[in-house]
């Protein structure tokens, strides 16, 4: 028993406590013997149901049940993972409990990291994001508008040049909190980068409230900082967004906050300026660009190409991610951030994903004749794909129109679709997973800012966004992130590939610490698919090799 688990009982069916383990003992830290009491006492009032009906599953089913549970220790609650399973006797119940406590404590700081500035620990552009949403949310309940503000701070670049990066980061924290002291518990402060503040005024609506607010947070930053003996003069410029006048949306709000900015810097700095229509213009949208698109889809200019994915320690490829692309004949290679979103508005993004999700299940032959083993292939699925009603009919044509077995295709999703509405998700990935697909959580770590739905969905990749690999390996915080994904994935059983790797640092770095699969310019730029062919079928990539695995691998 003493080997088992962090603590360990031989229960009755009815739950009292036959043996226990000496380690449970200890951690429960109870001073009298615990066999004869029962173990549903040891556990928290809104934990005893759920144990119970665990136990009465076990008891009927013969097959082990897990279940989570806080016990009893002498001034706090820990967290267990119980295993409970019937014994041969039929009579008696052992439950194996595991310390959860040290996967909570990583999860709750992966959270925090991910949604938080490192530098002022104030909320970080995604959290901001998400906080807006709540806000327009309950304004639509209320009827009531509220103000989005940016802030930036007038001359910050010659602290940087002047006095060094550590007295510029000393600067930031003292302005992020002189301008937490004007605000209200109501109000949400976040930092969006460099010398930029945004924040959210709930109920701020009327030119009055906003000459009042917008007052203070400049006379915030018109004081001047101390730092190193040195004493330093800014000030601020302010941009203002209203909802729902300017913009009825999260990313609309910002981005006119954000006009509204660089006006108000352009036109003499130390102002606050709302935006305007009639000064700004309209909010942009290249319909000229959208009109192409339709003549792009009947002309067949948009092309796939593919990225490597390549095993971390040996360096050959195990997969190609499918990347979109469109070839203007007067523009060029039109970047995808300029076209994706205007398909993802318009709706083109469900035809141009099925084709590119039934074409790259059908390249993935040609890729796996030319190397002469087994490959995967990896598409993005977009969130308008993954709501529609089609997706599953359209998942079942590629296999079909291939013949690909459901295992070699990774279908990449974020973690803000898999979030707006869980309940769907859940039930469309369990669908996608029968059909023995595997799931991707793209850009892993800069998208909502819950974990539960690790447990919940059935997911089988994480992909490290680059964010947190280009820094890789001298900056802490960065390898602190990747460090505890990485663990963490590990415990779960969960594939990592990180992306972005560029430099055989970051390799090196990734590799020791068991990544699995890497993906970055290092290993292969995205290719078209006759470049892509060429390279399996040569075995190009053989020359990246250490020394000491080439011959292994020629």
Sequence with gaps: MEAAGDCVFRIAPGGAIRAASRRAQRLLESPLPLEGASLFSLVPDADGAALRTAVAEAIATAEPVLARARLRCAAHELPFELRIAV??????????????????????RLRHMATHDAL???????????????????????GQGFAVAAIGIDGFKKVNDALGRAVGDAVLCQAAARLRKTMRDSDTLARVGGDEFVVILPGTASEAQIKLVTG??????????????????????????????????????????DAALIRAKETGKGRAIVYSVREHGLPQHDISLEAAMFTAVREGEF????????????????????????????????????????????????????????????????????????????????????RNDKFLGVLDEALALSGMPGNKLVLEITEGTLMVDPQHAEAILTRMAERRARIAI????????????????????????????????????????????????RHLDLVVVAEGVETEEQLGWLSTRDCRYVQGYLTGKPMPAHVALAALHDNHYTALLPPDLRASTS
């Design 87 to 108: 014994l041969e006797d039929g009579d008696t119940l052992l439950v194996v409990g595991r310390d959860m406590s040290a996967q909570q404590a990583t999860e709750e």
């Design 120 to 142: 002022t620990e104030l909320p970080n552009r995604l959290l901001l994001s998400d906080r807006i949403r709540m806000v327009i949310a309950n304004a639509r309940r209320s």
């Design 216 to 257: 203070r947070l400049l006379a915030a930053l018109q004081a001047p900082f101390e730092r190193d003996g040195h004493t330093i003069y800014l000030g601020a410029s302010v941009g203002v967004a209203l909802y729902p006048q300017h913009a009825e949306d999260d990313h609309g709000l910002l981005a006119l906050a």
């Design 303 to 386: 092309l796939l190409y593919y990225q490597p994915i390549v095993d971390a320690r040996t360096r050959l490829i195990e997969g190609f991610e499918t990347l979109m692309r469109w070839k203007h004949p007067t523009l060029g290679m039109v970047p995808p951030v300029r076209f994706i979103p205007i398909a993802e508005t318009n709706g083109l993004i469900n035809m141009l994903g099925a084709w590119a999700l039934k074409a790259a299940c059908v390249q993935l032959l040609q890729f796996e004749q030319a190397a002469g083993r087994e490959l995967y292939i990896s598409v993005n699925i977009s969130p308008r794909q993954f």
């Design 442 to 489: 793209d850009d892993f770590g800069t998208g909502y800012s819950s974990l539960a739905y690790l447990k919940r969905f059935p997911i089988s990749v994480l992909k490290i966004d680059r964010a947190f690999v280009k820094d890789l390996p001298g900056a802490p915080k960065e390898t602190a992130i990747c460090s505890a994904v990485m663990d963490m994935a």
